[in-house]
């Protein structure tokens, strides 16, 4: 009987020494310890020779006889020189040969139950962990799992009884364990490396001190992060219980991991490009794991015929799931041990993916010949298709005739894996603009253009609805953004016979993918035209403000109303050049579009003039439209001729640094990946699906890119919410913005004493320095560690509370600046400090948001001899990651005399014991209600409080005859009221998720 892992048992032992016994006891593991462990080669000597012994005895006395007594450590000693040179993962799956000896260091599972032999050499793999091992001098890391003796994971586990979470975890990999020892050596030993506690996991599969990254490996919580409530279990209990298993680790290693090996063009010092080669091990995220299983689960059960939708956000790794089914599809047998597919069809438009492909699947096999691309005609999707090749890719166009073919393939069965579709990137009517339009008619003709087009997606749809016989054919299609025709023809239908809906097969939403840190929530700066018109009327009027130490803005929103392209080209191009293009490190680009070919065009031409009136040589525009444009001058104009260059190569010519806006016109708006594009400029209506994938374009992560802006000429806020909406169920605009606020949050922030503004300012001037001393560095920390120790006096609630106002004062400023130039040193100053004194908060308390690896430095440059002229670079800062609240354990059990204790104090009042039975009985009112505890077991700590406000104020409205004074008191003073919510939002928070878990 399995016993689980609960939260009782870590108040008594340790948790590392807990799983290390359920992975021996339950999961068939064997117990090694450090005696058997080789410092010198980081290889379990004992668990080696006790596998090679029982399963190639004959090559063991081969080389017995080659070497003599002294075989062992010959084999220990070749063995390190073939991990040095192939590596770990290509010497686990193919072996190695040792004076003409093969070797096998794993077997894996194979394919179906007909060979005995090879299923029993799988049996006799020896999975062991050692706990404490100690890999170097005094060194020792909590536990260590081998394959076979060969070392494939470490584990750094933490107990939150001891004041530590995964945080402290991963902090002690990047600053105790170098990629110089041995056992971190990437390529050579450990292959992954998890730090983990109670709630959460991170992993990572190479060590680069302060660099490393590490990556979430975690369930999500409804469509977002973190894991969720399991009843009698710990949240990370899947760790143990399914991933570390050994049929599961095996089949990771076996199936999943492979060592990425990536082209890059980088400049070199002369300023010409060069190809440089980086190599990364893969190792799948949960979510990739949980799919491809799901999958290939349902397809041994039911067969062919089936359809699967996979709603897979961007960022989600969809390229390398896609390699991963197709590769496991081609290759899977039913229960009996039939194969179920002839072969795997990959619907796709990407270049890459027949590349990656067969680069991946080569080392994942070692074999060639797998995969196939037909790229000629349908005579050699027929040749490949009678050679039994296993994978064949084709593209989105040829999709009609891949049906065709494979509906005369008499009882073959085939699975057929479609890529995301994106839209097509013309219109039909290429003609229209052949004559001469106005602007007007231009836009007319452009959107019937695109009410009529129909799409690859709607394309394969249409195909599919005419291909009868589909019991021989099943479908996987992947997608970010699914339309509801695409639901309705992919989609599982629901088991509730009043629910007539579809849903996708697995999901994993654009929310938890934000959480996760792997895309950038493109709404976080959104703003229309109006908004912006707004604030800058505000900072020009205003004499408050100026007093406040602003200037004007730059950009002369308020007299440049945006009736005409010439008056917009000058606010884009003025924007982009006082904002945008100091950020990512001066890398950032932008993307305008339009909305016709016509105007595109006449957007070029405009650009081009006024950058050259002004005689800005840093900033080059590139056009893509599709078709001739003549315009009213009889003049025509097309993409290559405007850019100068052939319509293939815009994508690389808008890569290199001088390109920095691409104007567009039905074009690039989706399927185009360029993640340096920080900026939108939109003046064209968007809707649904459209609106999402022309938006997330800006939403891929780079080195420095810390947020994304939208600046909206025609759509309203709302709009685009709702189009967001069916895939990003949390996403809000903030269409109300008062730059005067920042000051309202500077004030609040001084006034929790945590920070003091000498700190901050001698923080900042060292923090500006190009070249700091150890001691200046050292001063650095001292600076920041000044308000960690005020701030170890506050309760959790109180740092909770200056935690959020810290991110609300950064969120705004990030808002604000992208709007005008607030050369205030006062505001500037403050924000950094704030950046890294949030970073230390979340990597030193036990809860709250991860923003480890997410919080990248801000750079600014001084003028020198004026503090109040600081230029703005860059501002790359980190995202808001809304994982899980955490919290301390052990709160006073008389919480609620507390409260009242606690406003008595603050407010200067006199409640007593009625005050605190008032206070019973709202808290016991909200516990009991059910809409409430659904949002506090599905959603994180702050997400629960927007629903947990209300709430509450209904409860007082209820209650307010039985204690007028007090509830008065609530409902009259804010201040009073939102410190009472304070008090015990988190306890019934906390009180929710402990009863359903």
């Known amino acids: 009987m399995i016993t689980p892992i609960t939260d009782d048992d870590l108040k008594e032992r340790k948790f590392q020494t807990i799983i290390k016994e359920y992975l021996t006891n339950e999961n068939n593991y064997v117990e090694s310890f450090n005696k058997n462990y080789d410092k010198h080669y980081a290889i379990d000597k004992e668990c080696l020779f006790n596998f090679l012994e029982l399963t190639q005895k004959n090559e063991l006395k081969e080389l017995n006889e080659i070497y003599g007594d002294n075989y062992r450590s010959k084999i220990i000693e070749n063995l390190d020189k073939q991990l040095r040179i192939m590596g770990i993962i290509h010497i686990l799956k193919h072996g190695y040969k040792d004076m003409g000896v093969k070797l096998k260091l794993a077997y894996f599972k194979p394919a179906n139950n007909l060979n005995a032999d090879q299923n029993k050499l799988y049996g006799q793999n020896i999975v062991s962990v050692t706990e404490e091992l100690n890999y170097t001098q005094d060194k020792r890391i909590d536990l260590v799992i081998f394959l076979n003796g060969m070392p494939i994971t470490t584990i750094e586990v933490k107990n939150p009884y001891t004041g530590q979470t995964y945080k402290n975890a991963i902090k002690q990999y990047k600053k105790t364990r170098f990629n110089t020892e041995k056992l971190f050596k990437f390529k050579e030993r450990a ?242 603009l052949k004559e001469s339009l106005s602007l007007d008619e231009a836009i007319k003709i452009a959107e019937e253009e695109e009410s009529q087009e129909i799409d690859s997606e709607d394309k394969i749809n249409k195909e599919l609805k005419n291909f009868t016989d589909q019991s021989n054919v099943s479908f996987f299609a992947y997608t970010a953004t699914p339309k509801a025709t695409t639901l309705r023809l992919f989609g599982t239908k629901s088991d509730d016979d009043n629910d007539d809906k579809y849903y996708p097969f697995h999901i994993y939403s654009m929310r938890q993918a934000i959480e996760e840190g792997f895309i950038l929530d493109v709404l976080k700066n959104y703003m229309t035209y109006k908004m912006c018109y707004k604030v800058s009327k505000t900072i020009e009027e205003d004499p408050e403000f100026d007093k406040a130490r602003a200037t004007k803005s730059i950009m002369r929103y308020v007299t440049l109303h945006p009736c005409n392209i010439s008056q917009k080209t000058e606010i884009i191009i003025e924007h982009f050049r006082n904002y945008t293009m100091k950020k990512i490190g001066g890398h950032a680009k932008a993307m305008l579009i339009t909305p016709s070919r016509l105007h595109a065009v006449r957007y070029k031409l405009e650009f081009d003039k006024y950058i050259k009136e002004k005689g800005y040589d840093d900033l080059k525009t590139l056009v893509a439209f599709s078709g001739t444009v003549k315009d009213t001058n009889s003049l025509e104009y097309t993409e290559s001729g405007m850019n100068e260059i052939s319509q293939a190569n815009l994508p690389v010519e808008f890569d290199k640094e001088e390109s920095k806006i691409l104007i567009v016109a039905n074009k690039y708006q989706t399927g185009f990946d360029q993640p340096k594009l920080h900026t939108m400029y939109i003046d064209k209506k968007l809707f649904g699906v459209k609106a999402v994938q022309t938006l997330s374009r800006l939403n891929r992560i780079y080195p420095g890119k810390e947020d994304t802006f939208i600046l909206d000429f025609v759509n309203e806020p709302e709009d685009i919410q709702r189009a967001f909406m069916p895939f990003y169920s949390m996403t809000t605009l903030n269409n109300d913005i008062d730059p005067n606020d920042i000051y309202t949050l500077e004030n609040e922030i001084y006034a929790k004493q945590v920070i003091n503004e000498e700190d901050v300012k001698k923080f900042t001037d060292l923090f500006y320095k190009d070249n700091l001393t150890n001691r200046g560095r050292a001063l650095e920390s001292n600076y920041i560690n000044n308000s960690l120790k005020r701030i170890e006096k506050f309760t959790t609630e109180e740092t909770i509370e200056f935690k959020n106002l810290a991110k609300k004062f950064i969120n705004l400023y990030n808002l604000i600046i992208q709007i005008f130039a607030l050369k205030d040193s006062d505001i500037h100053r403050l924000n950094i400090y704030l950046r890294y004194l949030l970073k230390k908060i979340e990597i030193e308390n036990t809860g709250g948001v991860d923003l480890t690896n997410k919080v990248i430095l801000e750079y600014y440059s001084l003028k020198k001899g004026k503090l109040d002229e600081i230029e703005l670079r860059s501002s790359d800062g980190g995202i808001d990651i809304h994982i899980s609240e955490g919290g301390t354990k052990g709160e006073n059990p008389d919480l609620l005399s507390n409260i009242i204790k606690t406003l008595n104090d603050k407010f200067g009042t006199e409640f007593s014991d009625s005050e605190k039975l008032a206070v019973e009985q709202i808290s016991n009112n909200l516990k009991s209600n059910e809409k409430l505890k659904l949002n506090a077991t599905a959603n994180d700590y702050e997400l629960f409080r927007l629903a947990f406000d209300k709430s509450f104020e209904e409860g007082v409205v209820n209650e307010f005859s039985k204690n007028e004074i007090f509830y008065g008191k609530i409902l009259k003073d804010n201040d009073f009221k939102n410190k009472l919510i304070d008090l015990l939002a988190m306890d019934i928070y906390r009180w929710f998720n402990k009863i359903n878990g």
């Open 191 to 432: 292959i992954i490396n998890f730090a983990m506690d109670e709630d959460q996991v991170y992993m990572t599969t190479q060590l680069k001190g302060e660099d490393t990254i590490f990556l979430p490996f975690n369930l999500g919580v409804g469509d977002g992060a973190g894991n969720p409530n399991v009843t009698g279990k710990l949240k990370t209990y899947y760790m143990w219980e399914n991933i570390l298993t050994k049929d599961s680790l095996l089949e990771i290693i076996g199936k999943f991991v492979y060592v990425q090996k990536q082209e890059h063009e980088v400049l070199d010092d002369n300023g010409d490009y060069k190809i440089i080669t980086t190599e990364k091990t893969i190792f799948p995220r949960y979510h990739q794991l949980d799919c491809t299983r799901d999958i290939l689960n349902h397809v041994i059960q039911n067969g062919s015929g089936q359809k699967y939708l996979i709603q897979h956000s961007a960022g989600s790794g969809k390229t390398n799931s896609i390699t991963w089914l197709s590769h496991r599809l081609s290759s899977l047998h039913d229960k009996n041990d039939k194969v179920i597919f002839d072969g795997v069809i990959v619907v796709t438009d990407r270049k890459v993916l027949d590349k990656q492909l067969q680069d991946s699947i080569y080392q994942l096999e070692h074999k060639t010949g797998v995969v196939a691309k037909i790229d000629k005609d349908s005579n050699q999707l027929a040749k490949e298709i009678e050679k039994g090749t296993k994978i064949i890719i084709s593209t989105i166009q040829k999709f009609p005739h891949v049906l065709k073919k494979l509906a005369d393939t008499k009882g073959k069965k085939y699975a057929i894996v479609i890529d995301e579709a994106h839209s097509s990137t013309s219109g039909k009517n290429m003609m229209a």
